[in-house]
C-alpha cells in the first residue's frame, strides 16, 4: 500500500466509519416495512451516495452490462449520478447501475473508451 497516499488511507477510514454508523442506524427495529418501504430505501441511497460525494472516495461503479467505472462521485440525483476520473465527468443513469462500491484506491482509473475491456465476464466450469 506504499503507492496510496496518506490522505487517501484517511479519506477510506473515515468513509469506513461513517458506513458503519450508518449501517448502525438502519437496525433491525428500522428495518422497512410494506408502508414505509420507498421512503427507507430512498433515505438508505441518499445517505449511501452522499458520503461518498462528501468524502471523496473512489467509486466502483458496475453497470448491469458488467462495465466497471471508476471515479469520484461529484454528484447525483433521483435518476442518475456524474462520477469525475482522469478522462473527465461522465453521467450515469441510475437504471443502468447494478452496484455501487467504494474503492480501495489502488486500481487505476479507466476512460470511457477503455472501459469495455473492463467487462466481467464468467468462466465455464
Known amino acids: 500500500m506504499d503507492h496510496i497516499s496518506h490522505s487517501q488511507s484517511n479519506s477510506d477510514l473515515a ?8 449501517i448502525e442506524s438502519y437496525n433491525a427495529e428500522a428495518l422497512p416495512t410494506s ?3 420507498m421512503s427507507n430505501q430512498a433515505d438508505l441511497q441518499y445517505e449511501f451516495l452522499q458520503s461518498l460525494a462528501t468524502g471523496k472516495t473512489l467509486a ?3 453497470l448491469i ?6 471515479g469520484y462521485l461529484v454528484a447525483f440525483d433521483t ?8 478522462s473527465g465527468r461522465q453521467l ?9 462500491m467504494p474503492g ?3 486500481r487505476v482509473t479507466r476512460s470511457v473508451p477503455e ?5 466481467v465476464t464468467a468462466s465455464r466450469a
Do not use: P, Q, W
Not at 15 to 22: T, V
Not at 79 to 86: I, T
Open 115 to 119: 472501459a469495455a475491456s473492463n467487462r
Open 60 to 62: 466502483n461503479v458496475y
Open 104 to 106: 480501495t484506491g489502488d
Open 15 to 22: 468513509f469506513s466509519r461513517r458506513l458503519g454508523r450508518l
Open 79 to 86: 435518476y442518475a449520478v456524474m462520477l469525475e476520473s482522469a
Open 65 to 70: 452490462n458488467g462495465i466497471r467505472l471508476s
Open 35 to 37: 408502508e414505509n418501504n
Open 92 to 100: 450515469v443513469f441510475k437504471h443502468a447501475i447494478s452496484t455501487v
